[in-house]
T-cell receptor
Framework: NAGVTQTPKFRVLKTGQSMTLLCAQD?????MYWYRQDPGMGLRLIHY???????AKGEVPDGYNVSRLKKQNFLLGLESAAPSQTSVYFC???????????????FGPGTRLLVL | AQSVSQHNHHVILSEAASLELGCNYS??????LFWYVQYPGQHLQLLLK??????LVKGIKGFEAEFIKSKFSFNLRKPSVQWSDTAEYFC?????????????FGKGTMLLVSP
């Protein structure tokens, strides 16, 4: 049981290049999330998905796209990378929302991205 | 939109000192509250959470937090810290009526425990 895994662990891009970050979970969770973590800013939600084939925007969605073609995978894409997207990206997953349930999000190890 | 405020960005303590990290949120309805910890170079892990019942919640590694609804607070405490508690701590909130499990995080508090 690997939990939440992310690929790659580290990447360097030049401005304008594109890339896709892959998140996979083996806990059969309905919900998946992408966050970025910047010093002094905490974690900010980029996009999330409440099920296969569905996605929604979070707090900071501009410059990113996502896809959830399979329940266990959630992809984050950068079509044209910018230096402002230099960050650590975390994926998370959780069971579906239940009123009064307080579902826990489980996080992956992160992807460190540097855009030059 | 809801927000989460963590009062201290950096806290430095000696081993065996007591710890209290402040967290306040701005949301008037029912909330689920979480404390996550991120050890150096690692991913976030859940310390504890409150979603109903006893407002004093106990988590892993001797941590506890108290939900005070009237103060919109969910402060994290530990009676005696250890060097291994050096980490960044994040408070997060999920409003019940959002219908989703999305979290709004505070900016984090970096705790450094000196031996």
């Amino acid at each position: 049981n690997a939990g939440v895994t992310q690929t790659p662990k580290f990447r360097v891009l030049k401005t304008g290049q594109s890339m896709t970050l892959l998140c996979a979970q083996d806990m059969n969770h309905e919900y998946m999330y992408w966050y970025r973590q910047d010093p002094g800013m905490g974690l900010r939600l980029i996009h999330y998905s409440v099920g296969e084939g569905t996605t929604a925007k979070g707090e900071v969605p501009d410059g990113y796209n996502v896809s959830r073609l399979k329940k266990q995978n959630f992809l984050l894409g950068l079509e044209s990378a910018a230096p402002s997207q230099t960050s650590v990206y975390f994926c998370a997953s959780s069971m579906r929302f239940r009123r009064g349930g307080g579902e826990t999000q489980y996080f992956g190890p992160g992807t460190r991205l540097l855009v030059l | 939109a809801q927000s989460v405020s963590q009062h201290n960005h950096h806290v430095i303590l000696s081993e065996a000192a007591s710890l209290e990290l402040g967290c306040n949120y701005s949301y008037g309805g029912t909330v689920n509250l979480f404390w996550y910890v991120q050890y150096p170079g690692q991913h976030l892990q859940l310390l504890l959470k409150y979603f109903s019942g006893d407002p004093l919640v106990k988590g892993i590694k001797g941590f506890e937090a108290e939900f005070i609804k009237s103060k919109f607070s969910f402060n994290l405490r530990k009676p005696s810290v250890q060097w291994s508690d050096t980490a960044e701590y994040f408070c997060a909130v999920n409003p019940e009526n959002s219908g989703y499990s999305t979290l709004t995080f505070g900016k984090g508090t970096m705790l450094l425990v000196s031996p």
